[in-house]
């Protein structure tokens, strides 16, 4: 077989991590199986993350890089607070090897002599964690979610792999924060602002201050050269923007109130096709939501919905839209246009 690209060692690494912090939803699954059936070498990469994380089995725990999830790490436990918000202080076991897995894949690089161990962090289904980091920073981590975040001394770095996030940067000129998910590359000095991932889509939407936002392929936490961005635009407070196949939609404007608003324990959609939204609500159920034909994706619908009432949201959308859901044991529901339904 030929070598594996670097390209393919690095998505295995991004998958090894979304899998182990957390277990993957559905559409995640059946993206994970499509991206291992695209390239054969693609299974002789996850092989190689698999092996790496065996590997750290080896390896004594006093010996793992120094990692936490929170500032004041020691022993789980959460919070609840208004409107269903949790907040959590997890254990770092599995943070810590999270990241010296990726460390020892030589993920990151500070510089030719020196190796930065980043930190991951994650969320389960239908809980909302929040963090601040070594910088002064604060991460707000959405229900399903998954983040890795690396300090240096010139830099800093995120990279969200899978849901949702909410950036509070703390403002530091001589080290600007840069953001990645999917093929967006977001940098900002010290600004507030949100970012979702479904799948290879990123949507960025600006709170405070303005970011700079470029669309681009290539490296996980390297240097881009110029020619590398095929995009880049600046997004000021109130305003979103969110790719389509790669490509950078125009931008739009929003409500700077109604920003990230699943903080408090609200969902809301605006002009949401029903994709969209069963891929969000998909990370406050217990259960899976599969939509099961074409003809009811792209439905489209306002409404807003409180985290906690995922059954309310449910029957909503089949008073609103042509459609039938049909739940089981367990949770898991099927959603069918009307026309689909009257062939049962």
């Not at 059936?37 to 890089?65: C, F, M």
């Not at 969209?276 to 009811?296: K, N, Q």
């Not at 306002?302 to 039938?324: K, Q, R, S």
Request: charged share 20%; hydrophobic share 40%.
């Amino acid at each position: 077989m030929s070598k594996i690209p670097e390209e393919a060692l690095q998505q295995a690494y991004d998958w090894h991590a979304r899998a182990v912090g957390r277990d993957l939803s559905v559409s995640e699954r059946h993206e994970f199986e499509a991206w291992l059936a695209s390239d054969v070498r693609h299974r002789a990469a996850y092989d190689k993350a698999v092996s790496v994380w065996q590997l750290l089995g080896q390896i004594p725990r006093d010996r793992y890089p120094t990692s936490s999830y929170s500032a004041e790490g020691g022993e789980a436990n959460a919070d609840t607070g208004r409107q269903g918000r949790v907040r959590l202080r997890l254990k770092p076991p599995v943070a810590v090897a999270v990241a010296a897995c990726i460390a020892l894949a030589g993920f990151f690089i500070a510089d030719s002599r020196q190796q930065v161990v980043p930190t991951n962090y994650s969320t389960a289904v239908a809980r909302i964690a929040e963090y601040t980091l070594p910088d002064g920073s604060r991460l707000v981590l959405g229900a399903s979610s998954s983040v890795s975040v690396m300090l240096e001394k010139s830099a800093r770095y995120a990279r969200l792999l899978s849901g949702e996030a909410y950036f509070e940067i703390a403002p530091d000129r001589e080290r600007p924060f840069t953001v990645e998910s999917g093929s967006l590359q977001i940098g900002v000095v010290g600004t507030a602002f949100s970012v979702t991932r479904q799948g290879e889509n990123t949507r960025v939407t600006v709170a405070e201050g303005t970011v700079a936002v470029r669309a681009q392929s290539g490296g996980f936490m390297r240097a881009h050269p110029p020619e590398s961005f095929s995009q880049s635009v600046t997004l000021k407070a109130g305003q979103r923007i969110e790719t389509k196949q790669g490509r950078l939609k125009p931008p739009t404007t929003v409500e700077v109130a109604n920003i990230a608003a699943w903080r408090s324990g609200r969902l809301l959609f605006t002009d949401a096709t029903l994709v969209e939204i069963i891929s969000v609500v998909d990370r406050y159920h217990s259960g899976s939501i599969t939509i099961t034909d074409s003809a009811a994706e792209d439905l489209t619908l306002t409404l807003g919905v409180d985290v906690n009432d995922i059954d309310g949201l449910l029957a909503n959308l089949e008073a609103a839209l042509p459609i039938t859901i049909r739940c089981f044991h367990g949770g898991d529901c099927l959603i069918s246009s009307l026309r689909e339904s009257k062939a049962f």
